[in-house]
């Protein structure tokens, strides 16, 4: 059997992209992204978590989002799961686990009004008109 490893996040910018570029030339931006989850616990109270899920884009796709990509601005970002190993100063290993975007949707306007943009390894093409939002469940689902 075939293993999959995808991801699809909705959710806010918490900050500007950040943008490098690596001694080989190619661009990279990371930025994070915020998905809420609301839910009614068993008194009735709506409870809230947010997480907080560090994407990174390359080469023209992190040029797009370093250009168009706005703290508080709505995204659709896709792609998959990549975790990186490194040695911090006092010598002790260190993991990330990233979300590493393959294509990122603006869903929210830009601010000058424009129609709304997305890239996708590169490509320019226009975001769909309206977003569905996600449902808010108020049962606890039974399985």
């Given at each position: 059997?075939?293993?999959?490893?995808?991801?699809?996040?909705?959710?806010?910018?918490?900050?500007?992209?950040?943008?490098?570029?690596?001694?080989?030339?190619?661009?990279?931006?990371?930025?994070?992204?915020?998905?809420?989850?609301?839910?009614?616990?068993?008194?009735?109270?709506?409870?809230?978590?947010?997480?907080?899920?560090?994407?990174?884009?390359?080469?023209?796709?992190?040029?797009?989002?370093?250009?168009?990509?706005?703290?508080?601005?709505?995204?659709?970002?896709?792609?998959?799961?990549?975790?990186?190993?490194?040695e911090d100063q006092n010598?002790?290993?260190?993991?990330?686990?990233?979300?590493?975007?393959?294509?990122?949707?603006?869903?929210?306007?830009?601010?000058?009004?424009?129609?709304?943009?997305?890239?996708?390894?590169?490509?320019?093409?226009?975001?769909?008109?309206?977003?569905?939002?996600?449902?808010?469940?108020?049962?606890?689902?039974?399985?």
């Open positions: 059997m075939a293993s999959v490893n995808k991801v699809i996040l909705i959710g806010n910018l918490g900050k500007d992209p950040e943008i490098r570029t690596t001694p080989q030339g190619t661009s990279l931006a990371r930025f994070s992204v915020a998905t809420t989850t609301t839910w009614k616990d068993n008194s009735g109270a709506r409870q809230e978590r947010t997480e907080w899920h560090d994407i990174v884009a390359w080469e023209k796709l992190a040029q797009i989002c370093g250009e168009y990509l706005h703290k508080g601005k709505m995204v659709y970002v896709e792609g998959s799961l990549q975790t990186r190993s490194w010598g002790q290993k260190r993991y990330k686990t990233e979300v590493k975007a393959s294509n990122v949707v603006m869903l929210s306007p830009r601010v000058d009004g424009a129609a709304r943009g997305a890239a996708s390894a590169g490509k320019e093409r226009e975001a769909p008109a309206e977003v569905a939002e996600a449902p808010t469940y108020d049962d606890e689902v039974p399985f």
